[in-house]
T-cell receptor, first 113, second 114 residues
């Protein structure tokens, strides 16, 4: 149990385009989901926390207008990177909370050319 | 949340027990200790968590000292697939809103040697 999926697993896009990443909790409902970013050889950094049906809470330094988060259902959260630039290239990982524990998705590798 | 300190790297022979230490000397009385691991280019995998008592599941055992200032994750029979970065994280209990975050440090890079 407690499986979280992400789609796509990797994406390459041109600078200036927008990219949407989906995060799904497959076998449980998640009121709260989290989005992380990981640059090479670094640890995971929390970007934002989203609660179903309400606005996401962003960490300091994360632009909410650039990283749009939607958590419209108890099993789906989406992260849209708008007007992506090469510096947005990273490994994006979501997690979903079940009871007292966060379970993570497999990650999405974004490369912006 | 309390900060944790872990050794940056460790080696362990295949088939032996891997013991990964974690210091969390500023932990508060109601904060939990969580362990995750991240295999290269994958999302973190939950391993185990505990509050005061020692815990065991199919993956590992968690030993928390009586004063709760440190803990040890034990992988009883390490295999090559256990090579990963292991993160020890201290987290506050969930409030009614339930947004308590996991803050990842740099972890311990465990290498299992054949």
């Amino acid at each position: 149990g407690a499986v979280v999926s992400q789609h796509p697993s990797w994406v390459i896009c041109k600078s200036g385009t927008s990219v949407k990443i989906e995060c799904r909790s497959l076998d449980f409902q998640a009121t709260t989901m989290f989005w992380y970013r990981q640059f090479p050889k670094q640890s995971l950094m929390l970007m934002a926390t989203s609660n179903e049906g309400s606005k996401a809470t962003y960490e300091q330094g994360v632009e909410k207008d650039k990283f749009l988060i939607n958590h419209a259902s108890l099993t789906l959260s989406t992260l849209t990177v708008t007007s992506a630039h090469p510096e947005d290239s990273s490994f994006y990982i979501c997690s979903a909370r079940l009871l007292n524990t966060q379970y993570f998705g497999p990650g999405t590798r974004l490369t912006v050319l | 949340d309390a900060k944790t300190t872990q050794p940056p790297s460790m080696d362990c022979a295949e088939g032996r027990a891997a013991n990964l230490p974690c210091n969390h000397s500023t932990i508060s009385g109601n904060e939990y200790v969580y362990w995750y691991r991240q295999i290269h280019s994958q999302g973190p995998q939950y391993i185990i968590h505990g509050l005061k008592n020692n815990e065991t599941n199919e993956m590992a055992s968690l030993i928390i000292t009586e004063d709760r200032k440190s803990s040890t994750l034990i992988l009883p029979h390490a295999t090559l697939r256990d090579t990963a970065v292991y993160y020890c994280i201290v987290r506050a209990p969930l409030s009614n809103f339930g947004n308590e975050k996991l803050t990842f440090g740099t972890g311990t890079r465990l290498t299992i040697i054949p």
